[in-house]
């Protein structure tokens, strides 16, 4: 269950939200500046809402009433940035582990590198890696963090149609095999309609609708899926 | 050009201790009060900052004089110095404090640049994954601004190398204490004879500071755009 009812200020924007989703994939959609990263930096703790309440999957992450701000260090949620943010002095081993409990298991670091096919580039530097490639570290350290809930903040944006659909076919693919509940940024229906399983659609910081991938559909015009992976859609 | 003579051999190794340790002492303090401002924000901001640069802006005869007032026998921690033996007015430990206050600001000043061209998305990213505020200190900061304290280690060596005014105010010239490379110059220049010696330790001091130049230079011309958190 994603329970999320916060207010917050940006210098001249503001953001009230109130929605409740029992959704296992909730994709919260809308133009750019329309108020949905802002909604996952509160969800993830880099934002602080000015008041509200924030719950993910039973656990209350955010609650001004009862001066509950959980540290984004202790969230236990994984975060993947549209910029993959990876460190760049690290290579891409170094990335992967390093959100990784001490007591996780090797072979859950191999379980998440042959999911994400990352084996050939554990060597490698983030400068040598191409933008498809650095969005599956991205994703695989998130993962490897073992979180309770997964972030996903434009996982397709700025990538060539065949990254998209590299890293679009891997995020089908950790939907099926992991099951995490996730909170995907999007404004790109196609990426919505693969990924999500209910969509928030939020226009100037205030919530339009929440409704089923059907409804969605019907409301927003659906572009033709731009990607070539075969049974892509048929996966999801 | 003739060797060093014994007096200056001895002049230089001290200055190259005194400086060492004056800007290895110097730079916890900086490091911490370089973070302070590169990333908080708090109530009298520009007077800590102000505070910080005073021994840039002030002579360094003042500066010396002040350690002095503080730190020689009759100030109020060279007294209590003095009563658990750790006196250093008068002694190289003292001309290595007048190094580490006058390399000081030169420090913090290196390091805040470097702090602040860290992109703070990684430090971000890096609490998502469970990173406390050490832990991205040590893991994310600071190696990714390794460049801009070498940077900033060097000027402040050099710096230090270099110091005059507030070292002789406060600790004198006393020959294998705190006779360094500048107070020995000045007295060779002022001695009949001693322009071969004064020749020699001049070459010497443009050395260091021109090889402190290079390394600082070429530490930040190639640490730019490598901060950022881009899209790898």
Known sequence: MIALDLALQRGEFALELTLTSPARALALFGHSGCGKTSTLLAIAGLLRPRCGRISIGGTLLFDSAAHVDVPPARRGLGVVFQEARLFPHLNVRENLRYGAPRAATAGTFDDVVQLLELAALLRRRPGQLSGGQARRVAIGRALLRQPHALLLDEPLANLHREARAEVLAHLLALKRQFGLTTILVSHQPDEVTALADQVARIEDGRLVALEGIDAFKAAVAIPAMPLDAPGVRATG | MMPLSHAEVVALALTFKVSLVGVACSLPLAVGCAWLLARTRFFGKPVFEGLLLLPLILPPVVTGYILLIVFGHHGPVGQWLDAIGLSIAFRWTGAALAAAVMAFPLLVVALRNAFESVDRK??????????????????????????????????????????????????????????????????????????????????????????????????????????VAGEA
């Open chain 2, 122 to 227: 990684l430090e971000h990213a890096a609490a998502t994954l469970g990173a406390g505020p050490w832990r991205i200190f040590f893991s994310i900061t600071l190696p990714l601004s390794l460049r801009g304290l070498v940077a900033g280690l060097a000027l402040a060596f050099a710096r230090a190398f270099g110091e005059f005014g507030a070292t002789i105010t406060f600790v004198s010239s006393i020959p294998g204490q705190t006779r360094t490379l500048p107070i020995a110059l000045y007295e060779l220049i002022s001695t009949p004879g001693g322009e071969g010696g004064a020749l020699r330790l001049t070459l010497v001091a443009v050395g260091v500071a021109l090889a402190a130049g290079m390394l600082a230079a070429l530490m930040l011309l190639r640490g730019g755009a490598r901060n």
